[in-house]
Protein backbone atom coordinates (compact mmCIF):
# COMPACT_ATOMS: atom_id res chain seq x y z
CA UNK A 1 0.00 0.00 0.00
CA UNK A 2 1.37 3.65 -1.07
CA UNK A 3 2.30 5.97 2.36
CA UNK A 4 2.15 9.08 1.11
CA UNK A 5 3.55 10.32 4.66
CA UNK A 6 6.43 7.72 4.59
CA UNK A 7 7.21 9.09 0.80
CA UNK A 8 7.96 12.46 1.65
CA UNK A 9 10.35 12.11 4.21
CA UNK A 10 12.19 9.55 2.61
CA UNK A 11 12.11 11.26 -0.59
CA UNK A 12 13.36 14.94 0.90
CA UNK A 13 16.06 13.36 2.87
CA UNK A 14 17.00 11.76 -0.50
CA UNK A 15 17.47 14.66 -1.87
CA UNK A 16 19.47 16.42 0.79
CA UNK A 17 21.85 13.46 0.56
CA UNK A 18 22.13 13.36 -3.09
CA UNK A 19 21.91 17.04 -3.71
CA UNK A 20 25.49 18.62 -2.60
CA UNK A 21 24.55 22.53 -3.53
CA UNK A 22 22.81 24.05 -5.97
CA UNK A 23 20.31 22.29 -8.42
CA UNK A 24 17.65 23.24 -10.70
CA UNK A 25 14.37 21.97 -11.36
CA UNK A 26 12.71 21.14 -15.36
CA UNK A 27 9.00 22.56 -14.73
CA UNK A 28 6.51 22.36 -16.91
CA UNK A 29 3.39 22.44 -14.64
CA UNK A 30 2.37 19.11 -15.12
CA UNK A 31 1.99 17.29 -12.04
CA UNK A 32 5.28 14.85 -12.20
CA UNK A 33 7.41 17.92 -12.10
CA UNK A 34 5.19 20.24 -9.93
CA UNK A 35 5.35 17.41 -7.08
CA UNK A 36 9.54 16.54 -7.95
CA UNK A 37 9.83 20.21 -7.24
CA UNK A 38 7.74 20.87 -4.13
CA UNK A 39 10.17 17.60 -2.71
CA UNK A 40 12.94 19.85 -3.67
CA UNK A 41 11.96 23.11 -2.57
CA UNK A 42 11.15 21.34 1.05
CA UNK A 43 14.49 19.70 1.04
CA UNK A 44 16.97 22.43 -0.62
CA UNK A 45 14.96 25.80 -0.19
CA UNK A 46 16.90 28.49 -1.72
CA UNK A 47 19.22 25.83 -3.21
CA UNK A 48 16.77 24.81 -5.96
CA UNK A 49 16.47 26.72 -9.12
CA UNK A 50 13.05 25.96 -10.70
CA UNK A 51 13.44 26.58 -14.96
CA UNK A 52 10.39 26.48 -16.99
CA UNK A 53 11.67 26.60 -20.96
CA UNK A 54 8.54 27.97 -23.33
CA UNK A 55 9.01 26.59 -25.94
CA UNK A 56 6.47 27.79 -28.46
CA UNK A 57 5.24 24.19 -28.13
CA UNK A 58 2.78 24.80 -25.10
CA UNK A 59 -1.12 24.61 -24.95
CA UNK A 60 -2.89 27.91 -25.12
CA UNK A 61 -2.48 30.10 -21.95
CA UNK A 62 -0.24 27.24 -20.66
CA UNK A 63 2.82 29.76 -20.40
CA UNK A 64 0.66 31.97 -18.34
CA UNK A 65 -0.25 29.77 -15.83
CA UNK A 66 2.68 27.44 -15.03
CA UNK A 67 4.25 31.05 -14.27
CA UNK A 68 1.31 31.91 -12.21
CA UNK A 69 2.10 28.06 -10.16
CA UNK A 70 5.28 28.40 -9.41
CA UNK A 71 6.03 31.88 -8.46
CA UNK A 72 3.62 30.73 -5.08
CA UNK A 73 6.07 28.00 -4.27
CA UNK A 74 9.22 29.65 -1.97
CA UNK A 75 11.48 28.75 -4.91
CA UNK A 76 13.20 30.89 -7.78
CA UNK A 77 11.93 30.80 -10.71
CA UNK A 78 13.36 31.36 -14.33
CA UNK A 79 11.56 31.34 -17.35
CA UNK A 80 13.32 31.08 -20.71
CA UNK A 81 12.16 32.30 -23.76
CA UNK A 82 13.18 29.58 -26.93
CA UNK A 83 10.55 29.21 -29.33
CA UNK A 84 12.36 30.31 -31.99
CA UNK A 85 15.28 28.14 -31.56
CA UNK A 86 13.20 24.81 -31.26
CA UNK A 87 11.07 25.95 -33.79
CA UNK A 88 14.44 26.41 -35.66
CA UNK A 89 15.81 22.83 -34.31
CA UNK A 90 12.88 20.77 -35.58
CA UNK A 91 12.49 22.05 -39.30
CA UNK A 92 12.50 19.39 -42.02
CA UNK A 93 12.20 16.71 -39.07
CA UNK A 94 9.68 13.97 -39.61
CA UNK A 95 10.75 10.98 -38.05
CA UNK A 96 8.76 11.26 -34.11
CA UNK A 97 11.82 9.43 -32.25
CA UNK A 98 13.99 12.18 -33.98
CA UNK A 99 11.75 14.55 -32.85
CA UNK A 100 11.72 13.84 -29.12
CA UNK A 101 15.48 13.66 -29.20
CA UNK A 102 16.25 17.15 -30.39
CA UNK A 103 13.99 18.10 -28.01
CA UNK A 104 15.72 16.68 -25.12
CA UNK A 105 19.09 17.86 -26.03
CA UNK A 106 17.69 21.07 -26.57
CA UNK A 107 15.88 21.01 -23.13
CA UNK A 108 19.17 19.60 -21.23
CA UNK A 109 21.34 22.44 -23.35
CA UNK A 110 19.05 25.33 -22.12
CA UNK A 111 19.34 23.69 -18.71
CA UNK A 112 23.25 23.50 -18.79
CA UNK A 113 22.86 27.63 -19.49
CA UNK A 114 20.84 28.17 -16.92
CA UNK A 115 22.51 25.88 -14.30
CA UNK A 116 26.09 27.70 -15.03
CA UNK A 117 24.50 31.69 -14.59
CA UNK A 118 23.20 29.99 -11.00
CA UNK A 119 26.45 27.68 -10.45
CA UNK A 120 24.08 24.88 -10.27
CA UNK A 121 25.56 21.30 -10.60
CA UNK A 122 22.31 19.26 -10.68
CA UNK A 123 19.36 18.78 -12.57
CA UNK A 124 16.07 17.26 -10.57
CA UNK A 125 13.21 15.91 -12.96
CA UNK A 126 10.08 14.39 -12.74
CA UNK A 127 10.78 11.29 -14.37
CA UNK A 128 8.17 8.28 -13.54
CA UNK A 129 8.26 4.70 -14.41
CA UNK A 130 6.30 4.65 -17.84
CA UNK A 131 8.91 7.44 -18.84
CA UNK A 132 11.97 5.38 -18.85
CA UNK A 133 9.54 2.24 -19.33
CA UNK A 134 8.58 3.14 -22.82
CA UNK A 135 12.03 4.27 -23.44
CA UNK A 136 13.71 0.85 -23.74
CA UNK A 137 16.99 -0.04 -22.26
CA UNK A 138 18.24 -3.62 -21.31
CA UNK A 139 15.37 -6.07 -22.52
CA UNK A 140 13.03 -3.77 -22.65
CA UNK A 141 12.07 -2.55 -26.35
CA UNK A 142 11.61 1.03 -27.14
CA UNK A 143 8.73 2.11 -27.46
CA UNK A 144 8.89 5.83 -27.45
CA UNK A 145 11.88 7.74 -26.25
CA UNK A 146 10.94 10.17 -23.89
CA UNK A 147 12.01 13.32 -23.95
CA UNK A 148 14.04 13.50 -20.52
CA UNK A 149 14.41 9.40 -20.49
CA UNK A 150 15.56 8.40 -23.94
CA UNK A 151 15.80 11.89 -25.64
CA UNK A 152 19.14 13.02 -23.03
CA UNK A 153 22.14 13.62 -24.92
CA UNK A 154 24.90 10.80 -24.31
CA UNK A 155 27.37 13.37 -22.41
CA UNK A 156 25.56 16.03 -20.17
CA UNK A 157 27.66 18.10 -17.46
CA UNK A 158 24.61 18.09 -14.92
CA UNK A 159 24.18 15.25 -12.41
CA UNK A 160 20.80 13.63 -12.98
CA UNK A 161 18.57 13.12 -9.93
CA UNK A 162 14.91 11.55 -10.03
CA UNK A 163 13.42 11.60 -7.05
CA UNK A 164 10.22 9.88 -8.89
CA UNK A 165 11.72 7.86 -11.13
CA UNK A 166 9.86 4.11 -9.35
CA UNK A 167 6.33 5.95 -9.14
CA UNK A 168 3.27 5.64 -11.50
CA UNK A 169 0.82 8.24 -12.48
CA UNK A 170 -1.59 7.31 -9.82
CA UNK A 171 0.63 7.45 -7.14
CA UNK A 172 1.99 10.53 -8.26
CA UNK A 173 -1.70 11.85 -7.94
CA UNK A 174 -1.88 10.36 -4.75
CA UNK A 175 1.08 12.79 -3.62
CA UNK A 176 0.30 15.65 -5.41
CA UNK A 177 -2.88 15.71 -3.08
CA UNK A 178 -0.86 14.96 0.15
CA UNK A 179 1.21 17.97 -0.61
CA UNK A 180 -1.91 20.41 -1.59
CA UNK A 181 -1.14 21.04 -5.01
CA UNK A 182 -3.83 21.96 -6.98
CA UNK A 183 -2.60 20.43 -10.17
CA UNK A 184 -3.24 16.84 -8.60
CA UNK A 185 -5.80 16.03 -10.62
CA UNK A 186 -4.27 17.91 -14.02
CA UNK A 187 -4.45 16.07 -16.82
CA UNK A 188 -0.93 14.44 -18.46
CA UNK A 189 1.04 16.35 -21.34
CA UNK A 190 3.83 15.31 -23.05
CA UNK A 191 7.15 16.46 -22.64
CA UNK A 192 7.76 17.72 -26.06
CA UNK A 193 4.66 19.43 -26.34
CA UNK A 194 2.40 19.85 -29.35
CA UNK A 195 5.45 19.03 -31.67
CA UNK A 196 4.17 15.22 -31.06
CA UNK A 197 0.60 16.11 -31.86
CA UNK A 198 1.81 17.17 -34.93
CA UNK A 199 2.38 13.86 -37.27
CA UNK A 200 5.14 15.20 -39.64
CA UNK A 201 6.80 18.36 -39.40
CA UNK A 202 6.42 21.12 -37.33
CA UNK A 203 5.34 24.41 -38.53
CA UNK A 204 3.82 27.61 -36.72
CA UNK A 205 0.92 26.92 -39.01
CA UNK A 206 0.51 23.61 -37.78
CA UNK A 207 0.70 24.57 -34.28
CA UNK A 208 -1.41 27.49 -34.28
CA UNK A 209 -4.16 24.71 -35.91
CA UNK A 210 -3.40 21.97 -32.95
CA UNK A 211 -3.06 24.33 -30.17
CA UNK A 212 -6.84 25.97 -31.02
CA UNK A 213 -8.66 22.47 -31.42
CA UNK A 214 -6.50 20.95 -28.15
CA UNK A 215 -8.23 23.83 -26.54
CA UNK A 216 -11.62 23.19 -27.97
CA UNK A 217 -11.34 19.76 -26.63
CA UNK A 218 -10.65 20.35 -23.49
CA UNK A 219 -12.63 23.20 -23.49
CA UNK A 220 -15.84 21.03 -24.25
CA UNK A 221 -14.98 18.37 -22.28
CA UNK A 222 -14.95 20.00 -18.83
CA UNK A 223 -18.14 22.01 -19.56
CA UNK A 224 -19.11 18.11 -19.86
CA UNK A 225 -17.09 16.98 -16.66
CA UNK A 226 -19.14 20.30 -14.63
CA UNK A 227 -22.58 19.33 -15.56
CA UNK A 228 -21.73 15.70 -14.18
CA UNK A 229 -19.73 13.24 -16.58
CA UNK A 230 -17.03 11.57 -15.15
CA UNK A 231 -13.66 13.40 -15.65
CA UNK A 232 -11.24 11.50 -18.71
CA UNK A 233 -8.15 10.54 -18.06
CA UNK A 234 -6.42 12.70 -21.00
CA UNK A 235 -8.24 14.29 -23.93
CA UNK A 236 -6.69 16.44 -26.75
CA UNK A 237 -6.15 16.81 -30.50
CA UNK A 238 -4.06 15.40 -32.71
CA UNK A 239 -3.54 16.92 -36.49
CA UNK A 240 -2.94 14.51 -39.31
CA UNK A 241 -0.57 14.78 -41.72
CA UNK A 242 -3.48 14.36 -44.37
CA UNK A 243 -5.73 16.54 -46.48
CA UNK A 244 -8.69 16.02 -47.78
CA UNK A 245 -11.72 17.77 -49.93
CA UNK A 246 -14.35 19.32 -48.30
CA UNK A 247 -17.53 21.60 -48.98
CA UNK A 248 -17.68 25.32 -46.97
CA UNK A 249 -20.52 27.13 -47.75
CA UNK A 250 -20.92 26.55 -51.31
CA UNK A 251 -17.09 26.17 -52.30
CA UNK A 252 -14.98 23.25 -52.72
CA UNK A 253 -12.58 22.81 -49.64
CA UNK A 254 -9.09 21.10 -49.22
CA UNK A 255 -8.40 21.47 -45.66
CA UNK A 256 -6.10 19.24 -42.71
CA UNK A 257 -8.28 16.27 -40.58
CA UNK A 258 -7.95 16.73 -36.83
CA UNK A 259 -8.53 13.56 -34.76
CA UNK A 260 -9.86 13.32 -31.31
CA UNK A 261 -8.17 11.32 -28.70
CA UNK A 262 -9.69 11.07 -24.94
CA UNK A 263 -8.46 7.75 -22.95
CA UNK A 264 -9.72 6.94 -19.26
CA UNK A 265 -6.54 4.97 -17.73
CA UNK A 266 -4.77 4.37 -13.67
CA UNK A 267 -1.38 4.16 -14.01
CA UNK A 268 -0.38 5.22 -18.01
CA UNK A 269 0.84 1.78 -18.72
CA UNK A 270 -2.67 0.47 -20.50
CA UNK A 271 -5.82 2.60 -21.67
CA UNK A 272 -9.06 2.63 -23.07
CA UNK A 273 -10.53 5.21 -24.99
CA UNK A 274 -13.56 7.09 -23.86
CA UNK A 275 -17.34 6.68 -24.66
CA UNK A 276 -17.52 10.33 -25.08
CA UNK A 277 -21.48 10.96 -25.92
CA UNK A 278 -22.11 11.51 -29.98
CA UNK A 279 -23.61 15.01 -28.80
CA UNK A 280 -20.29 16.70 -26.87
CA UNK A 281 -17.87 14.83 -30.34
CA UNK A 282 -20.26 16.89 -32.69
CA UNK A 283 -20.24 20.09 -30.68
CA UNK A 284 -16.32 19.92 -30.86
CA UNK A 285 -16.15 18.89 -34.22
CA UNK A 286 -18.48 21.64 -35.62
CA UNK A 287 -16.74 24.51 -33.42
CA UNK A 288 -12.58 22.78 -34.64
CA UNK A 289 -14.16 23.06 -38.74
CA UNK A 290 -16.08 26.37 -38.22
CA UNK A 291 -13.26 28.23 -35.97
CA UNK A 292 -10.26 26.90 -37.33
CA UNK A 293 -9.22 27.98 -40.78
CA UNK A 294 -7.37 25.02 -42.71
CA UNK A 295 -9.78 21.99 -41.02
CA UNK A 296 -12.58 20.73 -42.71
CA UNK A 297 -12.82 16.81 -41.11
CA UNK A 298 -12.62 16.27 -37.87
CA UNK A 299 -12.59 11.95 -36.65
CA UNK A 300 -12.47 10.10 -33.26
CA UNK A 301 -9.78 7.67 -32.04
CA UNK A 302 -11.39 4.97 -30.81
CA UNK A 303 -8.11 2.53 -30.15
CA UNK A 304 -6.98 1.28 -26.76
CA UNK A 305 -3.61 0.85 -25.19
CA UNK A 306 -2.24 -1.68 -26.21
CA UNK A 307 -2.24 -1.74 -29.14
CA UNK A 308 -1.69 2.11 -29.48
CA UNK A 309 -0.24 4.05 -27.27
CA UNK A 310 -1.90 6.96 -25.47
CA UNK A 311 -0.09 10.07 -27.41
CA UNK A 312 0.19 9.50 -31.35
CA UNK A 313 3.78 10.01 -31.68
Known amino acids: MFNEEKFVEEAVEKLKSAVKGKAIIAVS ?16 GENL ?3 YVDTGLM ?30 AL ?11 IIGELFIKIFEEVAKKEKAEYLIQGT ?12 RDTIKSHHNVGG ?6 LKIVEPLRDLYKDEVRKLAKYLGLKVAERQPFPGPGLAIRIIGEVTKEKLDIVREACHIVEEEIEK ?17 PIKSVGVHGDKRAYGYTIAIRSVDSIDAM ?8 YSLLERIATRITNEIKGVNRVVYDITNKPPATIEWE
Open 224 to 240: EVEKGMEKPWQYFAVLL
Open 49 to 51: VAV
Open 91 to 101: KGVVDPEKKRK
Open 128 to 139: IAPDWIESGGGL
Open 152 to 157: LPMKMK
Open 59 to 88: RKNESKEVEALFKKMPLKFVKVEAADRFLQ
Open 29 to 44: GGVDSSVAAKLGSMAL
Open 270 to 277: TASFTHLP
